[in-house]
């Protein structure tokens, strides 16, 4: 399974990004997509997710309220609005299927088995 990442830029505190991640060529059927981001010489960590059967949600405490998971119901894409990005929102973001994976699981990096390029998320003061 292919993934790409688009939809990043240069926005102004307050302002709002749309991510999208896509798999040419294949659906995205069963199992979990998440979301992760990694800041400058740190570990990648969870952000959010979406259950691909059922679009049952997940999110890190520091975006709940801010951000939303989706899918299209054409389970072709999915997508992460960002709203109210912070300064602290900046990072490289990451999409991630797990196609085995378990809700209890949803936020280990571990558990994912595709990963995306990334999309470069700048948040300015």
């Known amino acids: 399974v292919q993934l790409q990442a688009s939809g990043g830029g240069l926005v102004q505190a307050g302002g709002s990004l749309r991510l999208s991640c896509t798999t040419p060529?294949?659906?995205?059927?069963?199992?979990?997509l998440g979301w992760f981001r990694q800041f400058p010489g740190k570990e990648r960590e969870f952000v959010a997710a979406?259950?691909?059967?059922?679009?049952?949600?997940f999110y890190a405490d520091s975006v709940k309220g801010r951000f939303t998971a989706s899918r299209d119901s054409a389970k072709s894409a999915a997508h992460l609005q960002m709203n109210s990005l912070k300064p602290e929102d900046t990072a490289i973001y990451y999409c991630?299927?797990?196609?085995?994976?378990?809700?209890?699981?949803?936020?280990?990096?571990?558990?994912?088995?595709?990963w995306g390029q990334g999309t470069q998320v700048t948040v300015s003061s």
């Open positions: 060529g294949s659906t995205l059927r069963s199992g979990a």
């Open positions: 979406i259950k691909l059967n059922g679009g049952y949600t």
């Open positions: 991630a299927v797990g196609e085995r994976i378990i809700t209890s699981s949803v936020r280990r990096e571990a558990a994912y088995d595709y």
